[in-house]
């Protein structure tokens, strides 16, 4: 399950708890599901708008790349706007949750748009190009305002609802890094006039500060999530949270992966199987960190860990290996130490802090 399916997932648990009480009165109802309804209807619209901005960098027509620009960036902004006027509103039960839903909506528009325009910004060329490179910032500083709302949130929703909001803010906080992998690559790639590249560079760093102050944001909220996650991701974002200003775009690409891989395991996100038949479907991650060689690392240690893991989550082994006997303590622990010789290989040897 992609990135962005598995806080799609969320929603829908998020929709359920909304659902349930039955204090509620009908005009209360009525009045949150028609600013749902309204966020959702900009969604759509820039939604539409940032898949015929692509379509059309392919394709070299800036005239239009720019007008779909506008469309996208104006929609999500008012998505955001409404979301974040439901927050301010809402009391500490069930309009709570609707407005968490609210944000949701919007803060994954905007992350689908700061990965579409930072994709194309070295697909385009003249004015155009300067209007995406632009662009970047203030989506940067859009995306980053609906999770600081949403974290503000985490003390009035009920406690039922506070797991799938966690788990939803440290999706959109750390669960990809596409934006500073696009950015850095475009950079790289020596095409972008100097003008663009300052702009573009710049971007690049308040992309990598963010998401540095996004790791200190899910650490602190690591307690609210299932117990059974709580080790493995606490063990990455020891290793990761005070060197992610120097790790390369590519490492912090497989590092936010695995943290994404973990949190759609949760009950609630809707853990899927693997293309080898198990839930978790980590043999694919080695595979991208390991070019393909999962399978050939000392010891089994890739189907061990795929294994570990899914049998942590409940769902078995995902590769031909059998998940150990002993009760969760031991797997949990056996998982943290694989994790650390994990990462600890891709940072260089040094070992993340015991939680």
Same mark, same amino acid.
């Given at each position: 399950?992609?990135?962005?399916?598995?806080?799609?997932?969320?929603?829908?648990?998020?929709?359920?708890?909304?659902?349930?009480?039955?204090?509620?009165?009908?005009?209360?109802?009525?009045?949150?599901?028609?600013?749902?309804?309204?966020?959702?209807?900009?969604?759509?619209?820039?939604?539409?708008?940032?898949?015929?901005?692509?379509?059309?960098?392919?394709?070299?027509?800036?005239?239009?790349?720019?007008?779909?620009?506008?469309?996208?960036?104006?929609?999500?902004?008012?998505?955001?706007?409404?979301?974040?006027?439901?927050?301010?509103?809402?009391?500490?039960?069930?309009?709570?949750?609707?407005?968490?839903?609210?944000?949701?909506?919007?803060?994954?528009?905007?992350?689908?748009?700061?990965?579409?325009?930072?994709?194309?910004?070295?697909?385009?060329?003249?004015?155009?190009?300067?209007?995406?490179?632009?662009?970047?910032?203030?989506?940067?500083?859009?995306?980053?305002? @609906?999770?600081?709302?949403?974290?503000?949130?985490?003390?009035?929703?009920?406690?039922?609802?506070?797991?799938?909001?966690?788990?939803?803010?440290?999706?959109?906080?750390?669960?990809?890094?596409?934006?500073?992998?696009?950015?850095?690559?475009?950079?790289?790639?020596?095409?972008?006039?100097?003008?663009?590249?300052? @702009?573009?560079?710049?971007?690049?760093?308040?992309?990598?500060?963010?998401?540095?102050?996004?790791?200190?944001?899910?650490?602190? @909220?690591?307690?609210?999530?299932?117990?059974?996650?709580?080790?493995?991701?606490?063990?990455?974002?020891?290793?990761?949270?005070?060197?992610?200003?120097?790790?390369?775009?590519?490492?912090?690409?497989?590092?936010?992966?695995?943290?994404?891989?973990?949190?759609?395991?949760?009950?609630?996100?809707?853990?899927?199987?693997?293309?080898?038949?198990?839930?978790?479907?980590?043999?694919?991650?080695?595979?991208?960190?390991?070019?393909?060689?999962?399978?050939?690392?000392?010891?089994?240690?890739?189907?061990?860990?795929?294994?570990?893991?899914?049998?942590?989550?409940?769902?078995?082994?995902?590769?031909?290996?059998?998940?150990?006997?002993?009760?969760?303590?031991? @797997?949990?622990?056996?998982?943290?130490?694989?994790?650390?010789?994990?990462?600890?290989?891709?940072?260089?040897?040094?070992?993340?802090?015991?939680?």
């Amino acid at each position: 399950m992609s990135h962005p399916r598995r806080i799609v997932a969320a929603l829908a648990t998020l929709a359920v708890l909304v659902a349930v009480p039955a204090t509620a009165s009908a005009a209360e109802s009525s009045a949150k599901v028609a600013s749902s309804t309204n966020v959702q209807v900009h969604v759509d619209k820039a939604t539409k708008a940032v898949k015929r901005m692509k379509r059309y960098a392919r394709l070299g027509n800036g005239k239009a790349v720019a007008k779909q620009l506008k469309i996208a960036r104006s929609q999500s902004a008012a998505a955001s706007r409404m979301a974040r006027q439901m927050a301010v509103s809402a009391d500490a039960g069930t309009q709570s949750v609707a407005a968490a839903q609210a944000l949701t909506l919007a803060g994954t528009q905007y992350d689908q748009l700061v990965e579409s325009i930072t994709a194309i910004v070295d697909q385009i060329t003249g004015q155009v190009q300067a209007l995406v490179a632009n662009s970047i910032a203030p989506s940067l500083a859009g995306k980053q305002k @609906i999770v600081e709302v949403l974290t503000q949130l985490l003390d009035q929703v009920p406690a039922e609802a506070k797991p799938v909001i966690a788990s939803i803010i440290a999706a959109l906080s750390v669960g990809d890094a596409d934006e500073v992998v696009n950015l850095d690559q475009a950079l790289d790639s020596g095409s972008l006039p100097s003008s663009i590249a300052g @702009i573009v560079s710049s971007a690049l760093s308040m992309a990598t500060g963010i998401m540095d102050q996004a790791f200190g944001i899910v650490k602190s @909220i690591v307690p609210l999530l299932p117990a059974a996650v709580q080790a493995p991701l606490m063990q990455i974002l020891n290793m990761v949270s005070s060197t992610v200003g120097t790790i390369v775009p590519a490492v912090l690409s497989t590092v936010t992966g695995l943290i994404d891989t973990i949190l759609g395991s949760l009950p609630f996100v809707g853990g899927t199987s693997s293309s080898t038949g198990g839930m978790f479907g980590l043999g694919g991650l080695l595979d991208g960190i390991l070019g393909g060689a999962s399978g050939d690392l000392p010891g089994g240690i890739g189907g061990m860990l795929d294994g570990l893991l899914g049998g942590l989550f409940g769902g078995g082994s995902t590769g031909g290996s059998t998940t150990p006997a002993g009760g969760i303590t031991g @797997i949990i622990s056996s998982v943290t130490g694989l994790i650390g010789n994990l990462l600890g290989g891709l940072f260089g040897g040094q070992a993340a802090p015991a939680t």
